[in-house]
């Protein structure tokens, strides 16, 4: 059975950076592109961040462009989200999410994904 775990959200001021983890269970990380989403309240999930599972195709969202990096390592299987700079507008739950196509096509699309995790809060505030 497939499953994903975040972790790694709290609560930052805002310019604070926060180290978000996406591990898997029960399936080789390897075989997946995995992107990040995230839900603001009230919000529709917008995708963050896609890595290929390779790691050569990195996608992000024009509002984290520069701020939010991605990363995987799958001898740990393990995708990271390191997000610097962070703004109050950056508050949502945000979750990883797998997909067996591998590459980050259409990436930003929720359905295209097979797998989700639970998700981990992100709070910025001073």
């Known amino acids: 059975q497939l499953q994903l775990v975040e972790s790694g959200g709290g609560l930052v001021q805002p310019g604070g950076s926060l180290r978000l983890s996406c591990a898997a269970s029960g399936f080789t990380l390897d075989l997946y592109a995995i992107g990040w989403f995230r839900q603001a309240p009230g919000k529709e999930r917008e995708g963050v961040s896609c890595i290929s599972s390779n790691g050569n195709s990195l996608n992000y969202a024009d509002s984290v462009k520069g701020r939010f990096t991605i990363s995987r390592d799958n001898a740990k299987n393990t995708v990271y989200l390191q997000m610097n700079s962070l703004k109050p507008g950056d508050t949502a739950v945000y979750y990883c999410?797998?997909?067996?196509?591998?590459?980050?096509?259409?990436?930003?699309?929720?359905?295209?994904?097979?797998?989700w995790g639970q998700g981990t809060q992100v709070t910025v505030s001073s």
């Open positions: 999410a797998a997909d067996s196509r591998r590459a980050c096509w259409n990436w930003g699309r929720a359905a295209l994904y097979d797998s």
